[in-house]
């Protein structure tokens, strides 16, 4: 970057890619152990182009169809992550102000941000999909190169529609709306091929897995063999044609974004960065917003900051989301419940992995950390108070699958439920009995601290009690 002019759109693009870059706050633990990962995908890599290199490819209508469903999945993943990226450079990047303050063209500070996010979306699924498919193009097979070049159209694309789609919402519902409806927006974007395989398999009693499904129900319509359909296909495996007009188009939208957007993207900062007095006339005094006891102040206090982050909202939706599949399972046709255990096992530890997430972020992003300590109050009451209002916040999620489990076996419920309430809060304790206070707007990234090793004996806790609960269950 040193050789670069300094402003110009290349040094302002790699500076985002490098803020994106430290943004992940991983420890050094944690970098050596995405080393790890990356050295053995790229020596699988290695060994499956060495298996694959005498091999002649046979490139037909299933071969493309495969293609184009592997890219239909990883334009959903990308424009999920491009929404959320979007959002966060709108509203909570912070250097905004110093660069359109600067002697720089608002156009130039624009593309880079556009670019930066471009980049950042593919950097995420290339480092998982190229120590594979590289060596494998490289060992005997060129025409997979191809794949990159749809990489980067899927990337600049997805990172089009979704700096689109949260300026659109900023014009439309104002930015603080905005935000919360494009976490829902991003949530739903992220699962929605998952819903649609998952609606698929709920239709009859066939035993075909949704995938499978979807894989048939394209294949006779004949999408992936010829037209628009197939040119992922095409791309993937070195189509001369199908690479230039992915690449020339995504390229030319991405040009276009970049200028028709400038304008809308100036008008949603300014919009972000204001906040405007309330139209409705406050009733009541308050006192309503004051408790007498110590745990009701702050659990009132905890579960009001944590209803208000759009964030969260994210992660709720998600695991909802995900749910669904098993809810719809046990509500069919009217038939009780089949996998009672296996719901058990799965509350126990969705709720611990939630009411961690969720204690973690009420004890460790703490704007008055200072406060506390020298407040005359003992510490454990703080701790309890705070982990109980993660736990309220985390309760509605858990009560699914314990009321699907009751048609079968109400003791099985109240198991499920016992069991479900000692995980969360079993390991939430942990969480905020050796939470690290900062203040929130620190925790804009929400990468969740407390090391590797806490994290496994969270994850190993929820596992073990989520086993004995299934057991228990299963002999209701």
Not at 29 to 56: C, F, S
Not at 75 to 88: E, H, I, K, P, Y
Not at 274 to 289: D, L, Y
Not at 367 to 376: E, G, M, Q, S
Request: with cysteine; net charge positive; aromatic share 6%.
């Amino acid at each position: 970057m040193r050789r670069l002019p300094p402003g110009s759109l290349v040094w302002l693009t790699l500076h985002e890619l490098r803020g994106n870059l430290r943004a992940t706050g991983r420890s050094r633990m944690g970098q050596i152990l995405l080393a790890l990962v990356l050295l053995g995908y790229t020596a699988l890599g290695v060994g499956l182009g060495l298996l694959l290199a005498g091999e002649q490819w046979r490139v037909d209508g299933v071969a493309r169809l495969v293609a184009l469903i592997a890219s239909i999945l990883l334009f959903t993943f990308m424009t999920t992550q491009a929404l959320l990226a979007s959002q966060r450079t709108l509203y909570e990047a912070g250097d905004l102000d110093l660069l359109f303050s600067a002697p720089l063209d608002p156009r130039t500070v624009v593309s880079a941000k556009l670019l930066g996010i471009a980049g950042g979306v593919m950097l995420t699924f290339s480092i998982f999909l190229l120590p594979i498919l590289l060596p494998v193009a490289l060992l005997g097979h060129p025409e997979l190169l191809g794949a990159l070049a749809l990489l980067v159209a899927l990337a600049c694309t997805a990172a089009c529609l979704g700096l689109g789609v949260t300026l659109v919402l900023a014009r439309t519902v104002g930015p603080r709306a905005a935000r919360t409806l494009g976490q829902i927006l991003a949530a739903l974007t992220g699962a929605s091929l998952f819903l649609v395989t998952q609606i698929l398999n709920q239709q009859d009693d066939r035993r075909e897995s949704g995938t499978v499904l979807l894989f048939e129900a394209l294949r006779d319509r004949g999408y992936g063999s010829s037209g628009l359909s197939s040119l992922p296909g095409r791309a993937v495996f070195g189509d001369p044609l199908a690479i230039l007009l992915l690449l020339g188009g995504a390229l030319g939208l991405f040009a276009l974004a970049g200028w028709g957007m400038r304008n809308a993207f100036l008008r949603s900062y300014r919009a972000g960065g204001a906040r405007p007095a309330s139209r409705r006339v406050a009733k009541g005094g308050i006192a309503r917003h004051f408790y007498r006891g110590l745990f009701a102040t702050i659990f009132s206090k905890e579960l009001r900051l944590l209803l208000r982050d759009p964030a969260l909202i994210f992660q709720l939706l998600l695991r909802i989301v995900y749910l669904a599949p098993i809810l719809l399972i046990a509500f069919r046709d009217g038939r009780t419940l089949p996998l009672a255990p296996t719901l058990a096992f799965t509350s126990v530890v969705i709720a611990g992995q939630l009411v961690s997430s969720l204690a973690w972020l009420a004890a460790s992003a703490e704007d008055t950390p200072d406060l506390l300590k020298v407040a005359p109050v003992a510490k454990d009451d703080l701790d309890v108070a705070k982990l109980l209002a993660a736990m309220a916040l985390a309760a509605p999620l858990g009560l699914l699958l314990p009321i699907a489990i009751a048609l079968e076996t109400v003791a099985g419920a109240l198991v499920t439920l016992l069991f479900t309430a000692g995980a969360g809060g079993a390991v939430g304790y942990l969480e905020v009995a050796h939470a690290q206070p900062a203040p929130r707007a620190t925790f804009q990234r929400r990468q969740k601290g407390g090391g590797i090793v806490r994290n496994l004996v969270e994850f190993v806790i929820a596992l073990i009690l989520g086993l004995v609960a299934g057991v228990v269950v299963y002999f209701l």
